[in-house]
């Protein structure tokens, strides 16, 4: 009779105990907002913005080595934004390397695309006929980052 009381008892210790655990809700988790994050439409490297037949921007560029051009950014973003970051790498995965921080406010609202464009001047590469990724990343002001836009930039042989 001992014995079957201790492990009655024993028996409700356990569900006691298992009843304390919470089971982590790892949906809730991955859906919760941390805030809003300004969104990057396109990049494009030059002075005039260039469509292709099928209404896409030309993002892409090819000019002679150690000549001035612009990096753009067309934006948008329902947050107040803190600064524009442009990084250049060799290659679209390789090590980045930060050459420009832009504080907000130096943008143009475009009413026509209903977005900002900010123009960041960048010097291409010495090296000729090589080439060199451009990215852009916006800084909200709650310290949020936008997804990266790339560009590449090619010297002339």
């Not at 790892?26 to 099928?54: A, D, F, H, M």
């Amino acid at each position: 009779m001992k014995k079957n009381i201790l492990f009655v008892m024993l028996a409700l210790s356990g569900f006691l105990l298992a009843g304390c655990y919470k089971e982590p809700d790892l949906i809730s988790e991955l859906t919760t907002s941390k805030g809003k994050v300004p969104q990057i439409s396109v990049v494009w490297i030059g002075t005039t913005r260039t469509i292709t037949s099928n209404t896409s921007v030309v993002t892409g560029l090819t000019t002679n080595a150690g000549s001035t051009t612009n990096f753009n950014i067309e934006y948008t973003s329902q947050v107040p934004v803190k600064e524009f970051k442009v990084y250049w790498a060799t290659t679209a995965t390789g090590a980045q390397t930060l050459i420009a921080t832009v504080p907000a406010g130096t943008q143009k609202y475009d009413p026509i695309l209903r977005n900002y464009v900010l123009a960041v001047p960048i010097t291409a590469q010495e090296t000729k006929k090589s080439t060199r990724v451009f990215f852009a990343e916006i800084v909200g002001a709650d310290g949020l980052l936008s997804a990266q836009k790339s560009a590449i930039l090619t010297t002339n042989p």
